[in-house]
């Protein structure tokens, strides 16, 4: 019981931590709207301004031609000028005087033309109305999301995320969401990660200094990407990056001594494989433990998930084709092994979402397993070879996949079928 109280004590603080980054997350949401709205009302207003501004200029100068067509013809009509020569002068005189008297009017109808700012009510109220950024919840909501109901395919749509800078073909290794539905994507040949706004269109990339593996989620605006460079130790480690205001910000970074390659994230820790061991880790890098080890190839413990509970951990073997599930202490309590997670390229071919369903990828396709790590639930095939990286968001039923050597990434609208 005493080491049951330990756990809930570091769960508590790990929600905590986790609650206070929500809040300020949700305090930049606001922020970024309320600077929309500015610039919005301030584009009207200097658009207002500058066609009253226009407006009056060029009444200014059509009344400036008035008077001084009027003087000229003034002038002449002082002059000896034949008779035929004063009636055409005094017709054009009389004209430009009624098109004088025209404009006169019209100027004084829009003298002292003022402009003003009607503040949106509305807005105001219900700020004022609300006396809360959120509720906060003792225990977990229940999302009522069958983990094991079967993912399936119903429509797919592809996006070309190249860059004019990158120097390479994509390889999509990593891929995560924000809270408002941007996505941010690890290139693994052009060395960088990129934002990508909704309408799949890249806003903002940043450079890495060697090659991205994998990816995971710590926050709805942060996500830690593994980086290794097999012949140089000292690049290996996990980088932590922030989106904010549609850009992406280089927050920590940790300096791992192993190849770094899946990744996953849950409470205050983040669990990376090496090729061969699985290690746990504290957020400001301090080693916890080596969970789980296999040293019989050099792809053995690649991929890596954690269920969002925390209790369960998945890790996959490449070259073998096979999913390990284990306990939070590294005890294997399932092995799958299938033809199809067998991937020729070291990519951490698994994904479990953030409502629990369970992804593992081969070299030609996606398989959806159940929760326990025993059974194939169904099997998704891809049109391009290599996947190198899946995110599933259950909210927009949309599952993204990325490739390797592809510059398209893929989304497939999906719909679900209860397990049984």
Not at 62 to 90: H, M, Q, V, W
Not at 158 to 176: E, F, L, M, R
Request: charged content about 25%; overall charge negative.
């Amino acid at each position: 019981m005493v080491d049951r109280g330990k756990d809930n004590i570091k769960s508590l603080k790990a929600s905590y931590e986790h609650i206070c980054e929500e809040i300020l997350d949700e305090r930049r949401q606001i922020n970024e709207n309320l600077d929309r709205l500015q610039q919005n009302t301030m584009r009207e207003l200097e658009s207002i301004h500058e066609r009253l501004n226009n407006s009056i200029k060029d009444d200014t100068k059509r009344c400036l031609e008035c008077i001084s067509k009027l003087k000229t013809y003034g002038a002449k009509l002082k002059d000896n000028i034949l008779p035929e020569r004063t009636f055409i002068t005094l017709r054009k005189c009389i004209d430009q005087t009624a098109a004088a008297d025209s404009l006169l009017k019209s100027m004084i109808k829009h003298d002292g033309t003022d402009i003003k700012f009607q503040p949106n009510r509305e807005l105001n109220q219900c700020h004022a109305d609300c006396t809360d950024l959120g509720k906060i919840i003792i225990g977990d909501p229940q999302h009522n999301v069958d983990q094991n109901k079967i993912i399936s395919i119903a429509d797919k749509s592809k996006y070309n995320v190249q860059t004019a800078t990158d120097q390479y073909i994509c390889s999509i290794t990593g891929i995560c969401t924000t809270s408002n539905g941007d996505l941010v994507i690890a290139d693994c040949y052009n060395k960088c990660v990129k934002l990508i706004n909704q309408a799949y269109k890249v806003i903002d990339q940043v450079q890495l200094p060697t090659t991205p593996w994998s990816m995971c989620s710590i926050s709805s605006f942060e996500m830690a990407v593994t980086v290794s460079e097999h012949s140089a130790d000292a690049l290996n480690g996990i980088h932590f990056l922030r989106v904010d205001d549609g850009s992406i910000i280089r927050k920590q970074v940790l300096k791992i001594n192993h190849i770094c390659f899946g990744i996953a994230h849950v409470d205050a820790e983040v669990f990376v494989t090496s090729g061969t061991a699985l290690f746990e880790y504290t957020m400001d890098g301090r080693l916890v433990k080596k969970l789980y080890e296999d040293s019989t190839g050099l792809y053995g413990v690649v991929g890596v998930g954690v269920s969002p509970d925390g209790r369960m951990i998945y890790v996959t073997d490449t070259i073998n084709g096979m999913l390990r599930t284990m306990t939070r202490d590294g005890t294997v309590t399932a092995t799958l092994q299938d033809p199809a997670f067998k991937h020729g390229i070291s990519t951490a071919n698994i994904h479990v979402a953030a409502t629990g369903q369970v992804f593992v990828f081969g070299d030609k396709s996606i398989s959806q397993v159940d929760t326990v790590g025993q059974t194939i639930l169904n099997t998704i095939s891809v049109d391009i070879a290599n996947p190198a990286s899946v995110y599933f968001n259950e909210e927009t039923k949309k599952l993204i996949v990325g490739f390797w050597n592809h510059d398209n990434i893929n989304e497939f609208k999906t719909k679900t079928v209860p397990s049984f």
